[in-house]
């Protein structure tokens, strides 16, 4: 290890990216190291040097993810290459796990490099196999609880660290989303719906027509209603306007980056399936999830004969209902709105949403995540790498505490 260490973090997903950047500036916060890695704009603007840009790399369903295959094997050997010729001091692989457990096992078979996986691959099921994983890392960061009891069962050296939307996204005091509001230039009596419609292009064409149909006739219903708009980074706005204008809201709508403003502002939000749903509950904010794929992906679905009880994630955390699901054919303009609208005009519902979304945060864990991570990473480097006045100085758990034990305090 050299005076300054180095760790390389490979994040394919928005979301991982996200996961990666906050991992990041936790790790700086707590100690000098170089940052290296893939990933997106959020790692880039945390610090990270990247040696490839992954957007585009994720996909939803086979056929699209087949498409992305060819570059994918390009990039690895690359990686693979950069790897031996650098030797990092840690590998930190992010979610991924298409092609992250891949990059692990070749790993294992051409050097000797620590790898720590922070969100193992469908860590979320309650049903995961890590038979896979046993053997091909050295420690794993979970976000849920249950995971990280199945991959001790396979021998796997793993903490449940908790999820870190908990450390981005706070349950909105009324005076906080009263300011939010204000400066959105939202009037007090409007309703506000966000609209959350996807991260990737297949989710954009899927999705916004149906939701801001949704909105259209919100609007017709509502009268006075304010709707914001998420944009990812990689999503062109111009595109999404031209969706607005289709159907006539674009005049009622203000277009924002990211989610944590506007699920902290919305009185209620219409999310495409994803990690905006959890963001969404993190804020306690009632909610309609919606999502509709390809023809292709439907196809694919029927083929491979998916059995699963939802696919919104504060409903699969809870393991029941929590939320109202919207799926492929369901998930139509008229039904959506009619939700949406339900939930809207019913203030008991309203009320009781917000307590069962409320119930699906605490079981995210407690904030300090990254913080958590970030210590385990350390950790595997060596004595000496971590500033000893990064833990605890505030008189909280120190860093690297799991979420048990910061529970139980």
Not at 88 to 102: I, Q, S, T, W, Y
């Amino acid at each position: 290890m050299g005076s300054v260490p180095e760790i390389f973090a490979i994040a394919g997903e928005p979301s991982g990216d996200q996961h990666a950047a906050m991992l990041g500036e936790a790790l700086q916060q707590q100690g000098d190291v170089l940052l290296t890695g893939i990933g997106q704009h959020g790692m880039r603007r945390a610090g990270f040097d990247l040696l490839f840009d992954s957007a585009g790399w994720s996909a939803i369903g086979v056929v699209e993810s087949l498409k992305r295959v060819p570059r994918l094997v390009v990039r690895k050997h690359q990686l693979l290459h950069h790897l031996q010729k650098t030797r990092p001091d840690l590998l930190v692989l992010v979610d991924f796990g298409a092609f992250n457990v891949r990059i692990a096992r070749s790993i294992r078979n051409q050097m000797d490099l620590p790898v720590l996986y922070y969100f193992p691959p469908r860590s979320w099921s309650r049903d995961a196999r890590y038979d896979r994983l046993s053997g091909l890392v050295d420690r794993v960061a979970t976000p849920f609880q249950w995971s990280e009891a199945l991959l001790r069962d396979v021998g796997i050296e793993a903490e449940w660290v908790g999820h870190p939307v908990v450390d981005r996204i706070a349950v909105p005091e009324s005076a906080t989303r009263l300011r939010l509001r204000r400066e959105l230039a939202v009037g007090e009596d409007s309703a506000v719906v966000g609209l959350l419609p996807g991260s990737r292009p297949t989710e954009i064409r899927c999705n916004c027509p149906q939701m801001f149909g949704a909105g259209r006739i919100i609007a017709s219903e509502v009268g006075s209603v304010t709707f914001l708009l998420s944009r990812a980074p990689a999503i062109n706005e111009r595109t999404l306007r031209t969706h607005l204008a289709r159907h006539g809201i674009e005049d009622r709508t203000t277009i924002l980056e990211g989610v944590s403003d506007i699920v902290r502002a919305a009185d209620l939000v219409i999310a495409s399936s994803g990690t905006a749903t959890l963001e969404t509950a993190a804020a306690a904010c009632p909610m309609v999830i919606v999502y509709r794929g390809t023809a292709l992906m439907a196809l694919e679905k029927w083929l491979r004969r998916f059995n699963i009880d939802f696919v919104g994630m504060p409903n699969i955390i809870a393991g029941r209902e929590v939320v109202p699901e919207l799926i492929d054919r369901d998930a139509e303009a008229q039904s959506i709105a009619r939700a949406a609208l339900d939930i809207l005009t019913d203030d008991g519902e309203m009320q009781a949403m917000r307590d069962r979304l409320l119930s699906v945060r605490q079981m995210l864990g407690v904030p300090g995540v990254s913080d958590r991570v970030a210590a385990m990473a350390f950790d595997m480097i060596g004595p000496g790498s971590q500033n000893d006045d990064s833990l605890g100085m505030d008189g909280s758990a120190p860093a690297g505490t799991s979420v048990s034990e910061e529970q139980e305090r």
